[in-house]
């Protein structure tokens, strides 16, 4: 396996933003583009003000850029946390939602520190604890939660059941009781992006869909004056539906203050004797740590020039930032993957890029917050309608399955304990279930959580690394630890002969090393 760079890496630093700003400038503004509609729909289905994910990402691109371990990816408020936050918000607010939003800032606070420890003590290698089918069985559980929220916002209904489950039922209710108008432009906005993700056209692509759903919804609730509470009379075929009259009016708008520093909010700490409070520092903590260093990860497999982040570093920086972010009133980050993915097209070198947008989102929501008012809240929940299919598609379904059996019943007990449960105790029983099945098929316990290999450097540049006995996600932490450590350029033999069980987490890792 070689470890050689196809391309001369650029350089990092100021030196770097002397050599690349042009493609760095422009890439940062294009991803602004599409980061500014994402942050807010994110914030308020987190339960935050708008302002909460766009502080976020300011702080992300201005303050984590420069401290980071990593080189293209932007950091932000992501869809995989809103369930995380919402239910934070919830659970500690007990209906009050503005004092349930401070309670939570204060847990986010407590949870990045934890999250600073983290990367200082080097715990990025714990990602590989976590196997690939419960990951995936996670993100596609969030999908999930995200759709079955935020078609009630696409369709103008607000459902009154409060659980997750009497959520998920009141869909059909809601499809029935639409506000016709409102949900006449949320639906053309999921359209619009259905139909932009099939175009091939290179051309046509770089424009973001979600700057376009947006200036859509911008156009179309103008034309049905969402600015003024007003009533209309809806007059379907009265053979099938009776006539309704339906009320529209600004609370279906995106709300902001119109001075920026009026959306600053500061953490309330006096609940931080409970144990609601530390469910939700242990949460927060634990699924951002997560999913921060499986973005990453994931950033690096897309970025041209092959560059490894250093995990430990990144975590450390994204801690820092959520602190500062907590402080005044913003979402917690993480290294975002389709905001990460859209700054590699555009063209990104380096982290000046994420710098950059950051910087743009600062003086557009400082000098234009008007304009941000008017964009309908039903645009943004088709934004994360169509964000959470993505997670929770067919596709992600039928590509667990195609690994095997064993795997797609993880999966799929995975996303069935998140919903029943929550996603901390949904995720244990993924990873009780498999370590189950290891054991089912041989896994002796004390062999669960170590793993026999032996290293030989046959010549300078030749190691060949035998493993034996059992090869799962749970004990597989030390060699992924020892394979980072290893020198690049150099030739490595895996030599598998004697190992008797090896899971496809291991072999995903395995695969994934190679191909870099």
Known sequence: MSNSSPLSLPKTGLPGLVENWRSDLLSGFLVFLIALPLCLGIAMASGFPPMGGIITAIIGGLVVSRINGSFVTINGPAAGLIVVIVDAVQALGQGDAMAGYRYTLAAIVIASALQVLLGVFKAGKLSAFFPSSVVHGMLAAIGIIIMAKQIHTLLGVKPEAKSLLGVIAEVPHSIINMNPEVAFIGLCGLALLIAWALIKQPTLKMIPAPLLVVLMGLGLGQYFDLDHIHQYLFLPDAEILPHHEFSVG?????????????????????????????????????????????????????????????????????????????????????????????????????????????????????????????????????????????????????????????????????????????????????????????VSRGLKLSNAFTMAYHVNQTDQNTYHLEVSGAAVFSNFITLKSLLADFPERKTVFFDLTEANLIDHTVMEFIHHYCDE
């Open 250 to 438: 600004p609370s279906f708008l995106v709300a902001v203050p119109e001075n920026f520093l009026a959306g600053f909010y500061f953490p309330d700490f006096s609940k931080i004797a409970d144990h609601e409070f530390w469910i939700s520092v242990v949460t927060i903590w634990l699924v951002g740590s997560l999913e921060s260093l499986l973005s990453a990860s994931a950033v690096d497999k897309l970025d041209p020039y092959r560059r490894n982040s250093n995990l430990n570093r990144d975590l450390t920086a994204v801690g820092i930032g959520n602190m500062i972010a907590g402080m005044v009133g913003g979402l917690p980050m993480i290294a975002e993957i389709v905001r990460s993915s859209a700054n590699i097209n555009n063209g990104a070198k380096t982290a000046w890029a994420n710098f950059f947008h950051g910087g743009f989102l600062l003086i557009f929501v400082a000098l234009f917050p008007k304009l941000i008012h008017e964009i309908p809240l039903t645009s943004l929940a088709a934004l994360l309608v169509f964000t959470g299919f993505r997670l929770a598609s067919p596709k992600e379904f039928a590509k667990t399955l195609a690994v095997g059996v064993d795997n797609f019943v993880v999966f799929v007990i995975t996303i069935v304990g998140v919903l029943a449960t929550d996603l901390l105790i949904g995720v244990a029983i993924g990873i009780v279930l498999e370590l189950l099945i290891h």
